[in-house]
């Protein structure tokens, strides 16, 4: 009735209002595509900008809910370009729309929101807020491991000094981006800045020891190249644990989390006798109304605690 | 030491919510483990369990419950199917079990594990703690929601948890382990991952890592000794 009222009196006082009716009464029938596109119609219709700022986001909302993403972020788009203010709202819209860019495969598009985050956050003076801090921090730690990513891609084959200028070159554009990360004192994202550090390190080392060996030496002459090798490498592993073993330290504070968890993972690989260290669960108890436990010092001990009980003595991992 | 709390007739008529239930083929409705926001609601300690010695070296908690055969069929597939790893599965037939038996802890238990080998934490601790509300000295989701707790930075919790484990049987070598764990990487604790170690290698005496481990935390003693001495 209020689509036929819409249409047969184009240019009556309240014709808005039956759009807005329309909207409302959509959503509420669970009809969301139909809903969305009575409130783009308010987006494009209303006088007041506050009203067509909300209507532009609640349609953008419908539409996703709706599964209709491409009309979303359309809209989403629309609205950052429109409504660079509030800034920390401005910046939750962009980012979902960098989300949604990364969803749909689109690496370029992605990529450029995430500066476009970046950029405006820096910027944003008095405006910035600890999601702002946050929203950026995230979006910067992305575009910093694509350093990381190309940085570990490069293997160091012959010729070996060409390759390990490059190499060194990428290390250090990778180091100086995730030095920078830290500045948001954003916690999660300075544990992984952290653990990106620690793994530039190591895989610096690791190339060095993997690094394709120069053709025609004499056995003498090799064996000391590989002794040289390792002398360079060693360093740049010792640095890598310290830098895990810094990101260690946030639990200190409080802090734990997967990228600490991360740091921990790898410690063990590098130094198992220190930190190649897991609980053990009891498993499954496997009887719905009894549980048996016998110490395995139990004077019967050569029959397990396992066996007794049912026990699967798990490893946990972090 | 498992506490006996609440009263026959309470227990009674728990069973035959549970009973009328399962009669009734709507367990999902009926059952007092759930409720339509998902949430848990109070669950209460239940006195008929018990936790004997067993001998010097063990101990049996005991559920003194009539199980419905289907129930006990249902667990034993559960079972079988978690141990095939085949998690995502036993859960819901887990699930299934504690919707018709909602005063057994040991269900509860499983599903707290099963929950947590697939990461999610959350859905684990609120299992576990589920079957500690019924059983709140249970040494066995004492030791597992510890792990939980641990996994997601809650050491403080893990540690109480881990120390109440022990409280019930203070050669509980799981959680003798997982405190030493806890206290060697995670709270910097370095005296009580000692003694939870070396506690550990006299009841596990073929574990040759916690040799190790000890060796390492008492050169770590001696070197912040060796650091602070003028």
Redesign the interface.
Known sequence: MLEDFRTSHPEHELRSQATKQLAVAYERAGKLSRSASEYERVAAEAEDPQVRREALLVAGDLYEQAGESEDALRLFELYVDQYPEPVELALEIRFKVAGMHDAAGKDEAYREQLRAIVTIEADAASARTSRTRYLAATSSLVLTRSLFDEFKSLALMQPFQENLTAKKRLMDQALAGFELLVRYEVAEVTAAATFYIAETYRNFSDALLASERPSGLSDADLAEYELVIEEEAYPFEERAIAVHRENLELMRIGVFNSWVARSLDELAVLMPGRYAKSEISVGFVGSIDEYAYRSPMAPEALVSAAELTGVDNDPVSR | MIQCHGDGEQRRLLRLVALTAFLLGAVGCASPASNESGTEPDIQSRSDFTLAP????????????R?VGD??ND??RA?TL??RNAIEEGIVVLESVIERAPE?V??R??LG??H?RLGNHEAAQKSLEAALALAPD???AL??L??VY????R?AEARASYERALSV?D????AL??LG??C?????DLPCALENYEAYA?????DP?VG??IA?VRNRMSASQAESTP
């Not at chain 2, 067993?54 to 419950?65: N, S």
């Not at chain 2, 050669?171 to 799981?174: D, E, I, L, R, S």
């Not at chain 2, 060697?184 to 910097?188: A, F, I, T």
């Open positions: 067993d001998g010097e070296h063990g101990f049996v908690v005991t559920e003194d419950v199980i129930v006990r667990y034993q079972t978690l141990r057994l040991i269900p238990i499983d594990v099963a947590a249970h040494p066995v030791n597992e510890g792990i641990r996994q997601t930075g050491f049987h050669g509980f070598h799981y382990l997982n764990v806890l060697d990487l995670y709270v910097d006299g009841i596990v005496t073929d890592q190790i481990w390492d």
